[in-house]
């Protein structure tokens, strides 16, 4: 069973656009939500993450928001570039529990 | 520096055979870790290692055997291999078992033949 569901599987998004990545957990003990990015050849790295206290995180061009009633969280990127192609896997935690999500695909085209 | 390193970087061999791959961490982490990823990029966890000790044995098959001779260190020796073992391995730490601040590996490519 999943325990973490991500969408979209893949994102085809202009440069300069919004790129927008959703996942939902059932576990309401999750107490981690890390975001991960994945370049060809690379091993997956953490790209932001959020507690469930705040409702979200903000790096950069990187947002996490954060919605605990729903269960829901979802990566935001703004201004997406090409360099920002890459897989992308959300996650959650809770002690010794650990779950990916299944990965979003994302293309930035010129 | 490289913070998890592994080796090596691809590996190629045929069916039936046995074969080792070792990593490294350089981060003074307590806890390691074997993540398979499949052709679809699903990440799966495989073992987990607390100071040398095993926490985390997911459903994997016996053939594959990890084993951690200081808390720096975690390798996979898998033997017999088979076609479907074909994946990318990943070597992972983090400071403690609670999974914040996970540094990857850039992964083993093994392709079996």
């Known amino acids: 069973q999943q325990q973490v569901k991500q969408s979209p599987q893949s994102l085809i998004v202009q440069k300069g656009g919004i790129s927008i990545i959703n996942c939902a957990y059932e576990n309401t003990a999750f107490d981690y939500f890390p975001w991960y990015q994945q370049f060809p050849g690379k091993g997956p790295a953490l790209l932001i993450a959020?507690?469930?206290?705040?409702s979200e995180k903000k790096e950069g061009r990187f947002t996490i928001s954060f919605n605990k009633s729903a269960k829901q969280f979802s990566l935001h990127i703004m201004d997406s570039q090409p360099g920002d192609s890459a897989t992308y896997f959300c996650?959650?935690?809770?002690?010794?529990?650990?779950?990916f999500g299944t990965g979003t695909s994302l293309t930035v085209i010129p | 520096d490289t913070a998890v390193s592994q080796t090596p970087k691809y590996l190629v061999t045929q069916m039936g055979n046995d074969k080792s791959i070792k990593c490294e961490q350089n981060l003074g982490h307590d806890t390691m870790y074997w993540y398979k990823q499949d052709s679809k990029k699903f990440l799966k966890i495989m073992f987990s290692y607390n100071n040398k000790e095993l926490i985390i044995n997911e459903t994997v098959p016996n053939r594959f055997s990890p084993k951690s001779p200081d808390k720096a260190h975690l390798n996979l020796h898998i033997n017999s291999l088979e076609l479907g073992d074909s994946a990318v391995y990943f070597c992972a730490s983090s400071p403690n078992r609670a999974f914040y601040g996970y540094t990857f590996g850039s992964g083993t490519r093994l392709t079996v033949v």
């Open positions: 996650a959650a935690s809770e002690g010794d529990q650990f779950y």
């Open positions: 959020i507690r469930p206290d705040v």
